[in-house]
């Protein structure tokens, strides 16, 4: 025990989570991101990246970032606003904006600055944001942080949304949603949501990066659904699918000239390195004309699907409906989740094992990769089945 009181609290409520199975460690890997990795000294077959096209070690990717490194150099200097705005980075945000069918875009440093850019941007004190419960960590900060008011309705609940809308007298209004939920695999009604935008005169902000790259041919969950309007403000990560970092938000021209000139995590930090701008138009060449990628994902996802559908009907565990690159595993509870999650290892194969507080339930989450070869989806399946078995049997 140290002399200091808080010092001993923050050590008494690690050791509390400790009990309770959900402390945190972290693993060191010695390899880049991959369908294998070097975990702890030991190749493993890796399901828990968000690297679903295989893009974070692409050979043309890693070349563009080379070379941007030896045309302009390795940090920006300075802000945006300031003298750290660059060409290749202008040009990307026009190109995502075309790709997007947006009139404009405009690149941040991190999905998550780009949630905390958008919202507190958009609204104050009288406006009120809509959002679902189960949005991820950085919509709900960014939310709290705008001093509106925050409705949050029950998953995808389209009705209790319409309710919090009519019951709502806010100056503006702001429905925000993740479009693919990070920890469930599912897709958020956007249509329903957009419908109820134009009813009651509110904007749609849509997270979608968990969509951008995999649905609609790589444009992500808008593209997929047919949704077009100047109602949605969009944002994409580029550290998942794309493979590299960072965020783009594409909307209508004024909303983004809004964002430059109001945005404070957009405003107040030094740009990107240009590089990752490069690196980044690269990944957009790979996602616009390599099909074939995203249709190894697509069928690894169907693979996966179908397995559980006729082999593991009665496993002590429930598959949740997703039919995008998250599937999660729900299981009985926090120990079991990191056992499965051990037993899995100790077969070579890393799955993450999610629980309390960033989900309500523990499971398993299962991220395929179109890195992933259908041997190393097959393996896995019997993997998984081979530990649920055991660990039934005690
Ligand atoms: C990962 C994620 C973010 C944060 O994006 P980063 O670029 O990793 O900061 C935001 N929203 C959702 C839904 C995410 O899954």
Redesign the pocket.
């Known amino acids: 025990m140290s002399e200091s009181p808080f010092l001993n609290q923050l050590a008494t409520e690690l050791s509390e989570r400790e009990s309770k199975s959900l402390y945190r460690r972290r693993r060191v890997l010695d390899s880049p991101q991959g369908a294998r990795v070097m975990c702890n000294g030991c190749e493993v077959l890796n399901f828990c990246s968000?690297d679903y096209l295989g893009l974070a070690n692409h050979p043309s990717v890693v070349a563009a970032a080379q070379q941007g490194a030896a045309e302009w150099g390795v940090g920006s200097g300075a802000a945006h606003l300031v003298a750290g705005h660059f060409t290749p980075q202008h040009t990307l945000e026009e190109r995502f904006a075309a790709f997007s069918g947006k009139p404009a875009a405009i690149l941040l440093s991190?999905?998550?600055?780009?949630?905390l850019a958008v919202i507190p941007a958009l609204l104050g004190r009288g406006d009120a944001v809509f959002a679902d419960k189960l949005?991820?960590a950085?919509?709900n900060d960014a939310c709290q942080l705008a001093r509106a008011d925050f409705k949050r309705f029950a998953h995808n609940d389209v009705a209790q949304l319409e309710r919090l809308l009519a019951q709502s007298d806010a100056k503006r209004k702001l429905i925000a949603v993740?479009a693919?939920?990070?920890m469930d695999g599912d897709i958020a009604p956007l249509a329903q949501y957009l419908a109820l935008a134009e009813q009651y005169d509110a904007l749609l902000y849509i997270?979608d990066?968990?969509g951008f790259g995999v649905l609609g041919e790589g444009r992500g969950t808008l593209a997929e659904l047919g949704l077009d309007s100047p109602r949605i403000i969009y944002m994409a990560?580029?550290?998942?699918a794309a493979g590299v970092?960072?965020?783009y938000i594409a909307a209508e021209q004024v909303v983004i000239d809004y964002l430059i000139n109001t945005a404070r995590s957009y405003i107040y930090t030094t740009a990107a390195p240009p590089l990752l701008a490069c690196a980044l138009h690269a990944s957009l060449d790979v996602i616009e004309h390599d099909k074939a990628r995203r249709e190894r994902l697509l069928s690894h996802i169907r693979y996966f699907k179908q397995f559980f559908a006729t082999e593991l009907v009665d496993a002590p565990c429930e598959l949740l409906p997703s039919d995008t690159a998250i599937q999660p595993l729900i299981v009985k509870d926090n120990a079991t989740a990191v056992a499965l999650s051990q037993a899995l290892l100790d077969a070579g194969l890393l799955v993450a094992a999610i629980r309390p507080p960033t989900v309500a339930t523990p499971r398993l989450r299962v991220t395929l990769s179109a890195a992933h070869s259908d041997d190393d989806v097959k393996l896995l399946c019997r993997e998984i089945k081979r530990v649920l078995m055991a660990a039934e049997q005690g």
């Open positions: 968000n991190t999905g998550f600055m780009a949630n949005n991820h950085s919509l993740d693919v939920f990070s997270d990066a968990h990560t580029l550290g998942k970092a960072g965020a």
